[in-house]
């Protein structure tokens, strides 16, 4: 299994422009979810997707998009990239969302926006 | 609104030495905690997962205690090596939307 997969592992962005980071896992996981990871703030959930066609916004959504349409994979989408935006995305996933499945993490997605 | 806290936030050590990492929650009504390894400019690795209902979980040279009533973890390390030096992030699960409530993390550097 090559576990939770992100692509790619570094962008740079100019304010406005739009793009879409990839997350792909494996395992056949029903649960997966965006974090963005920020000195001093630490990891935060944007959105999150109990299911394939259910998503749900978490803790920092604005300006974030999310689908779900396979099992496999769930894309985060900057509709209008801005310099607050600049960060390290991970995505995860656990095989349900409950209390009983660990979590899994991706490598990160180092965003930069001019 | 439940917070998570580690302290220290940095932790230098000679190799060989037995440590304590702490992780504080405010809320006592967790579903779960997980301790994460994270190493520079990579991802998190999952450690251990303490169910609620749990006291400790154990994992080769790692052993995670669970005390909800007080609000703490601890993540011991017994007779560290270089390779342990990372970045540890302890993480609470307060619902079962599989949300993550994460700590500042603790930076572990274990000496030669």
């Known amino acids: 299994n090559a576990g939770v997969t992100q692509t790619p592992k570094f962008q740079v962005l100019k304010t406005g422009q739009s793009m879409t980071l990839q997350c792909a896992q494996d395992m056949n996981h029903e649960y997966m979810s965006w974090y963005r990871q920020d000195p001093g703030m630490g990891l935060r959930l944007i959105h999150y997707s109990v299911g394939a066609g259910i998503t749900d916004q978490g803790e920092v959504p604005n300006g974030y998009n999310v689908s779900r349409s396979t099992t496999e994979d769930f894309p985060l989408r900057l509709l209008s990239a801005a310099p607050s935006q600049t960060s390290v995305y991970f995505c995860?996933?656990?095989?349900?969302?409950?209390?009983?499945?660990?979590?899994?993490f991706g490598p990160g997605t180092r965003l930069t926006v001019l | 609104k439940q917070e998570v806290t580690q302290i220290p936030a940095a932790l230098s050590v000679p190799e060989g030495e037995n440590l304590v990492l702490n992780c504080s929650f405010t809320?006592?009504?967790?579903?779960?905690l997980q301790w994460f390894r994270q190493d520079p400019g990579k991802g998190l690795t999952s450690l251990l997962l303490i169910q609620s209902s749990q006291r400790e979980q154990t994992s080769g040279r790692l052993n995670a205690s669970l005390d909800k009533s007080s609000g703490r973890s601890t993540l011991y390390i017994a007779a560290s090596q270089p390779g342990d030096s990372a970045t540890y992030l302890c993480a609470v699960a307060t619902g079962n939307t599989g949300k993550l409530i994460f700590g500042q993390g603790t930076t572990l550097q274990v000496k030669p």
């Open positions: 809320d006592s009504a967790i579903y779960n």
């Open positions: 995860a996933s656990s095989l349900r969302a409950s209390s009983y499945n660990e979590q899994f």
